[in-house]
C-alpha cells in the first residue's frame, strides 16, 4: 500500500465500520440483531438493501468508499453472512465489534467518568467469550457498552492477543464496577483481570514492566 492509498484505505475501513453500528441498529428496530440473524442463517438481504440505501443518501461520501455499486454490496452481504462484524475472528474489515445496551445515550461527561475492565484473549476462546458478552450486554447485565478487537491487525495494537472491553459509566463508583466484574465471572471469565479508568488511556498512559495503570484488579 502507498502513502496515496493510505487515506483511501482509511476511510473505507472508517465506513464500514460506520456502516455495521447503523445496520445492527436497524436490524434491531426491525426486529432482531445483525449477530441473531447471522448466527439464526437468516436471509436478510432485502433489510440490508434498504439500509445500505439510506446509509448512501445520508452518508454519501462514506458510501462512496464502499464503491457501493450492487456487486460491492452483493460481497459485502455475502461477507457479514460468513461472520464479518459478527464473529472477531472471521472479522478482517474493521479493527472493533461494538456492541451498546439496548437505549443507550451517551451522557456529556460519561468519557472522563467511563472506565473499562480489559479482558486478553487467545484467538481460540475469543469468539467464545465475545458471544457471552455482547449477549450479556443486550440482556443489560453488564456496563453501557462492550467491544472486542478482531483478526484485522491493528498497527495501535500493543500486544498480540484479542481483547474485550466492558465500559462501565462510573469508575468511581466501586459497587457497580464489582457487581460488572462478578457478572463476568458467571460468564466464565475468572482469571485476574484488570479495570482501566479512560482518563489513563486519555493521557496516553499504558501498562509497561514497572508502571501498571490499572485502577482495580481483580
Not at 464502499?66 to 454490496?73: F, Y
Request: glycine share 6%; net charge negative; with cysteine.
Amino acid at each position: 500500500m502507498t502513502e496515496e492509498d493510505a487515506p483511501e484505505d482509511a476511510l473505507r475501513e472508517a465506513a464500514h465500520g460506520i456502516f455495521e453500528i447503523i445496520l445492527n441498529k436497524e436490524l434491531k428496530r426491525r426486529g432482531s440483531y445483525l449477530f441473531e440473524r447471522v448466527e439464526n442463517g437468516e436471509d436478510f438481504s432485502e433489510d440490508f438493501k434498504e439500509i445500505f440505501s439510506e446509509f448512501s443518501a445520508d452518508y454519501p461520501e462514506l458510501a462512496g468508499a464502499l464503491n457501493s455499486c450492487s456487486t460491492v454490496t452483493d460481497r459485502i452481504y455475502t461477507k457479514i453472512c460468513e461472520g464479518e462484524g459478527v464473529f472477531p475472528t472471521k472479522t478482517e474489515l474493521m479493527y472493533w465489534i461494538v456492541q451498546d445496551r439496548p437505549g443507550y445515550i451517551p451522557a456529556p461527561d460519561e468519557d472522563e467518568k467511563a472506565g473499562k475492565w480489559l479482558i486478553f484473549l487467545e484467538k481460540e476462546e475469543t469468539d467464545g467469550i465475545w458471544i457471552k458478552i455482547r449477549n450479556a450486554t443486550t440482556e443489560g447485565l453488564l456496563g453501557f457498552s462492550s467491544k472486542v478487537s478482531t483478526a484485522k491487525e491493528n498497527p495501535d495494537s500493543r500486544d498480540e492477543r484479542f481483547v474485550i472491553y466492558i465500559y462501565t459509566p462510573d469508575w468511581s463508583n466501586e459497587e457497580d464496577v464489582m457487581n460488572i466484574r462478578e457478572e463476568l465471572k458467571k460468564l466464565g471469565v475468572k482469571q485476574r483481570i484488570g479495570y482501566k479508568r479512560n482518563i489513563e488511556t486519555y493521557h496516553g498512559d499504558y501498562s509497561t514492566t514497572g508502571n501498571k495503570v490499572t485502577y482495580y484488579s481483580v
